[in-house]
């Protein structure tokens, strides 16, 4: 059986992630907090986010904001959105 963790995000139990994502204490605080579902939502999220805003994550700025937008995703508080951006759950078929 999976390892569970208390998710943050969806407030339930759900299967954890392998091993940290990130290294030092921010790494561990995800490690226990945020399950593997979340995290795969996030990595999708970040990578919208690095490309629509074209951030150079070799900029500190860039990755103090993409850890800015990481926490408020973890924690349920509205991240910055898109232009232009649609979720493919609010397409209506035709």
Wanted: proline residues 3%; charged residues 30%; negative net charge.
């Amino acid at each position: 059986m999976a390892n569970t963790v208390f998710c943050k995000k969806f407030q339930k139990e759900m299967e954890a992630l392998d091993r940290a994502p990130l290294p030092g204490a921010k790494g561990q605080e995800i490690l226990q907090n945020v399950s593997k579902q979340a995290w795969q939502e996030w990595q999708h999220l970040q990578t919208m986010l690095i490309n629509e805003k074209q951030l150079n994550l070799m900029q500190s700025e860039s990755r103090k904001y993409v850890m800015e937008q990481m926490d408020k995703f973890f924690n349920n508080e509205a991240t910055d959105k898109l232009a232009g951006y649609v979720d493919p759950d609010d397409i209506k078929e035709l």
